[in-house]
């Protein structure tokens, strides 16, 4: 396990053996803490991904959430996901070193070896067109993947580092090379804004200039992956031009 010095300097950390889920657990905490801080739980019996869904976290899997109270809007609180994006890419190249590829699937899914390994949940509270706080949740696939049958059809595969690599990683093991990781890059973004962040998001994004399909709940939108915008859209050339989509599930 790392050092306790490379521990971020002012961020708290809180170890749960077991919780309904670790987004929850942040809701509680947040009206209490004086910065930010990490929640880990071992166990997870409540855990949720995007839109609402279960997140399925077979043992040995890892499960935290950081909590924030950054002084932004809505907007630039959700700029976050490329941050935290951005970290866990750079943990999980860390922990494994050369060799697998990992890439970034917009928002803000991580990918390895073209397989799902990750994905991040962002919720904020707030009025009055600021937020009180920002829980930022991640679940990793270390030790196991869940079954694709448990995704929705044409989702990417679900893959774990264990079964892709070999490596055998401590669930409590992963968060401080991820709680460093995100610090960096908390810190670029709050010092020079998104540009940067959204540099270094485009240069490790999964199928960049490759036809991939948007779905929202309606809708379905299937263009070439040029870019994304100021905002974090995701903008797609289409056969009836340019389209900029804030938010969508991708299927490749």
Do not use: C
């Not at 790392?2 to 950390?13: I, K, T």
């Amino acid at each position: 396990m790392s050092s306790e010095d490379d521990w971020p300097e002012g961020v708290a950390r809180h170890v749960l053996g077991q919780t309904d889920s670790t987004m929850a657990e942040a809701a509680r905490l947040a009206p209490h803490l004086a910065g930010p801080a990490w929640v880990f739980a071992h166990r997870q019996t409540s855990g949720r991904g995007r839109r609402g869904r279960d997140w399925l976290m077979p043992e040995g899997n890892f499960a935290a959430t950081l909590v924030l109270r950054p002084a932004v809007t809505p907007a630039t609180a959700a700029l976050y996901s490329f941050v935290a994006a951005l970290a866990l890419d750079a943990a999980l190249a860390e922990v494994t070193g050369p060799g697998p590829v990992t890439a970034i699937k917009w928002p803000n899914d991580v990918l390895l070896n073209g397989g799902k390994i990750a994905g991040i949940l962002l919720e904020s509270v707030g009025t009055g067109g600021q937020i009180s706080h920002l829980a930022i949740g991640i679940g990793v696939n270390l030790a196991a993947a869940p079954p694709a049958a448990a995704l929705e059809p044409g989702a990417v595969a679900p893959v774990s580092l264990m079964g892709e690599t070999g490596l055998k990683i401590a669930p409590l093991d992963f968060l401080p090379p991820l709680a460093r990781a995100f610090a960096h890059y908390a810190a670029t973004f709050e010092r020079y804004g998104f540009p940067p962040i959204r540099a270094a998001w485009l240069a490790r994004a999964a199928r960049i200039g490759q036809r991939i399909t948007a779905r929202t709940g309606t809708e379905s939108t299937t263009g070439t992956f040029e870019t994304i915008d100021d905002t974090g859209a995701l903008i797609l050339v289409t056969g009836s031009g340019r389209r900029a989509i804030s938010a969508a599930d991708i299927f490749f």
